[in-house]
């Protein structure tokens, strides 16, 4: 079995430079850490050119993060959780060893003061079957892998330091089958604190809310798509993977009808919240396509929009093929897969559309991870 020196370390990375404090050299996260920003960049944009070869002319530069932005931003972690010498830590497994990052600067101070304040408070006991933490802004989760409640005494201390550790909500989550999915729809637990929490542009998110990690990059993908969908009075958008509507009340905003779909039903009811007046569908949107049609019906005459944000495996074959029959002008894509955005292109190009703007976003800095905003424009989407 390996053993891991947990020690807080200092030293020479791969490829020059030094890791900062609470960097481990073992952490595998941020493997462009040993890079400049502007070498990560420039491999992270050319990587894109080579998955996206057909359409490299219509690469355009990439929206990268600042020197400051790129410390410090991760504000939605998942970490396992162990007992390790009469303490509770936090981080990633290696092999069978949990190695600590409670202290990894890539993460906000929220995180860091979070992480702290549990690593205080909670019990000595390690036949506590926690087994993951999940934060998402100021919510934060354990997960329990276990259908019955632990004894909860501990919660008391949360009173002493929650709100300075910048935390809003802490729940308890019993999972007894959670791994590679955290979450389930049962047994959550407030143990402290309010149920929901809003972001800095007054979104309300709970405890399982995705949000990307740099909120100027993510405004700015929001702005670029905006200005090309170009939603107005009588036009119908329909936004898939919608989230906590973000994105749809944006397009309500400009006059437009709005339907989203989303499978989380938590997401659901936040973004009834952001975006009252949007019409909502749960459930996958392969699923929901009769609805939409239906939503669609009135709106003959209108000039059809879509905004989609789906996950790393793309859209849904039966949307892909969905969306040209449905008669879009204009499609704009936010995608995290290079691999599965192109799969998706071929065929809505070979459908009738033309992809005009490729725009990459560097949502994860410090990562080999980025993220591309695809316009495309229906053929007979002319002056």
């Not at 809003?198 to 007054?202: L, P, V």
């Not at 939603?231 to 009588?234: K, Q």
């Not at 944000?309 to 495996?313: D, G, Q, V």
């Given at each position: 079995m ?10 020479p ?16 996260a941020c493997?462009h850490?040993?890079?400049?920003r502007?070498?990560?960049e420039?491999?992270?944009r050319?990587w894109l050119a080579?998955k ?6 219509r690469?355009a530069s990439l929206e990268?993060?600042?020197?400051t932005e790129?410390?410090g931003y991760r ?15 936090f981080?990633?497994l290696l092999g069978?060893?949990?190695l600590p ?12 003061r ?5 690593g205080?408070i909670l019990?000595d006991?390690?036949?506590l079957?926690l087994a993951?933490?999940a934060q ?8 329990v892998?276990?259908?019955t409640?632990p004894?909860?005494t501990?919660?008391?201390r949360l009173?002493e330091g929650?709100a ?10 019993l999972h007894p089958?959670?791994?590679?999915r955290?979450?389930a729809?049962?047994?959550w637990?407030?143990?402290w604190?309010?149920?929901?929490s ?5 979104l309300?998110?709970?405890p399982c809310a995705f ?6 990059l ?7 798509a905006e200005?090309?969908?170009a939603?107005?009075?009588?036009d119908?958008?329909v936004d898939?993977y919608?989230?906590?509507g973000?994105?749809?009340a944006?397009w309500?905003?400009?006059?437009a ?13 936040n973004?009834?919240?952001?975006g009252p007046?949007?019409s909502?569908l749960?459930?996958?949107c392969?699923?929901?396509i009769?609805?939409l ?5 009135p ?6 929009l879509?905004y989609v ?5 793309g859209?849904?074959?039966e949307?892909?093929r ?6 879009f002008r204009r499609?704009?894509?936010l995608?995290?897969?290079?691999g599965?955005?192109?799969r998706?292109m071929?065929?809505?190009e070979?459908?009738g ?7 990459p976003y560097?949502?994860?800095?410090r990562?080999?991870?980025v993220?591309c905003?695809?316009?495309?424009s229906s053929?007979?989407?002319?002056p």
């Open positions: 390996m053993k891991i020196d947990v020690t807080p370390t200092t030293g990375a791969i490829g020059g430079g030094s890791f900062p404090p609470g960097c481990s050299p073992l952490c595998r493997d850490r040993s890079l400049s502007e070498e990560s420039a491999q992270k050319g080579s996206l070869a057909p359409w490299a002319d690469l990268g993060a600042t020197e790129s410390w504000d939605r972690v998942r970490l396992h959780v162990r007992h390790v010498n009469g303490r509770w830590r981080g990633m069978d060893e949990l990052l409670e202290d990894c600067p890539v993460h906000s101070s929220r995180v860091r979070s992480l702290a304040l549990l205080r019990p006991d390690p036949l079957p993951f933490y998402s802004g100021a919510q934060a989760t354990l997960i892998k276990s259908r409640r004894d909860l501990w919660t008391k009173d929650g300075e550790s910048g935390l809003e909500g802490l729940w308890l989550h089958s959670a791994g590679r955290l979450f729809n049962r047994e637990i407030l143990l604190g309010q149920k929901r809003q972001d800095t542009r007054g309300v998110y709970g949000q990307q990690l740099l909120p100027r993510y405004e700015r993908s929001l702005d670029e200005a090309f969908l939603p107005r009075r009588d119908a958008a898939l919608c989230g906590n973000a994105s749809l944006r309500l905003r400009r006059g009808a709005v339907v989203g779909v989303e499978l989380s039903g938590e997401a659901m009811e973004a009834a919240v952001n007046g949007a909502l749960r459930g996958c392969a699923e929901r009769p609805q049609d239906s939503f669609l019906s709106h003959a005459r209108s000039r059809r879509a944000n789906p996950p790393r495996t859209l849904e074959p949307v892909a969905w969306l040209p029959r449905a008669g499609i704009a894509y995608s995290c897969s290079a599965t955005l192109r998706d071929t065929l809505l070979e459908a559309y033309d992809v005009l703007r490729l725009r560097d949502f994860f800095p990562t080999r991870h993220e905003l695809a316009l495309l053929r007979d989407d002319r």
